[in-house]
């Protein structure tokens, strides 16, 4: 279910109109500093998927493996995950967005429509913010502007978790999913519940310190003053039952800082539609994407 095996050596990727094979793809790159894991499947315009906290480049599985019949679907490793570069020091989200305008530079990718679910989908506002013409289209699943004293509140507590268990996979098991997925769910699929389970444990494990530096990240972000800058074609996404970023508190906000930004609410789903209505979440969001791609 949640193959993540690249397909083949040589994907072409098309950048802006022109097609360009990159020969002898590997699967990791120097980006500024930091050394980059990344995966690519599919032929066409390029598409970056950006991950969410704790995640590695493969808890997109269910995307990947539709988009890429129609783009070259790149999924990266952020600084501190996966087999990425473990950096010291304090991260932030706008970093973040920096590391993936300099891992696109070092691809000699231009331009390309950006995604991303959360923690991908705030630090893709920055990049949009801020390389504006490196960004074709930006979706952004389960966002937020500006992180509140709620937010908060259930970061720390998944801080303490980590800390409590020593260990990032059980802390999102224990505690990260419950957040992220319905009751309904965890009524009506048990057995779902757990291959979710058992893929995360069987991912590459972030290290506590790690998930401290890129949690603190999330505590800190603050892109509010920066929405007018983002001129991408611009789709928003949440799940009606999601408190952790409630469309009630921040689908506004952002429809109306965006210019040119479209809305989709999924119903009965709470933080991670990705998980919950996979078909609809992949129709809707292809529709999407064709829309803007030239």
């Not at 501190?80 to 570069?85: A, K, L």
């Not at 990718?109 to 989908?121: F, Q, R, T, Y």
Request: overall charge negative.
């Amino acid at each position: 279910m949640f193959d993540s095996s690249i397909e083949g050596p040589n994907p072409a990727i098309r950048v802006q109109a022109n097609p360009l094979r990159m020969e002898e793809l590997m699967p990791k790159v120097k980006a500024g500093n930091l050394t980059l894991n990344y995966e690519q499947r599919g032929t066409g315009d390029p598409i970056i998927v950006i991950p969410y906290l704790t995640a590695d480049h493969a808890r997109y599985a269910f995307q990947v493996a539709e988009y890429s019949k129609h783009f070259a679907c790149i999924s990266v490793d952020l600084r501190g995950t996966g087999e990425s570069d473990d950096v010291k020091g304090d991260y932030t989200t706008e970093q973040l967005g920096d590391d993936v305008a300099a891992f696109m530079r070092a691809l000699g990718i231009s331009k390309a429509h950006v995604a991303g679910l959360s923690l991908g989908a705030v630090t893709g506002m920055w990049l949009a913010a801020k390389h504006p013409e490196m960004v074709r289209s930006l979706s952004l699943h389960s966002p937020w502007t500006k992180t509140d004293t709620y937010q908060r509140t259930v970061i720390q507590s998944f801080q303490v978790l980590a800390k409590a268990l020593n260990s990032v996979p059980d802390m999102v098991v224990q505690g990260l999913f419950p957040w992220c997925l319905t009751p309904d769910l965890y009524a009506e699929k048990p057995d779902y519940i757990q291959q979710l389970c058992d893929f995360v444990r069987s991912r590459p494990a972030q290290t506590v310190e790690s998930f401290l530096r890129q949690s603190d990240a999330v505590l800190t972000h603050n892109v509010d003053s920066q929405l007018s800058r983002i001129t991408a074609p611009t789709l928003i996404t949440f799940g009606n039952r999601d408190v952790v970023t409630s469309p009630a508190r921040f689908a506004d906000a952002l429809h109306n800082g965006i210019r040119q930004s479209e809305l989709v609410i999924f119903d009965r789903c709470s933080h991670a539609p990705i998980y919950e209505k996979v078909a609809e979440f992949n129709d809707k969001t292809l529709e999407f994407l064709k829309r803007h791609t030239n």
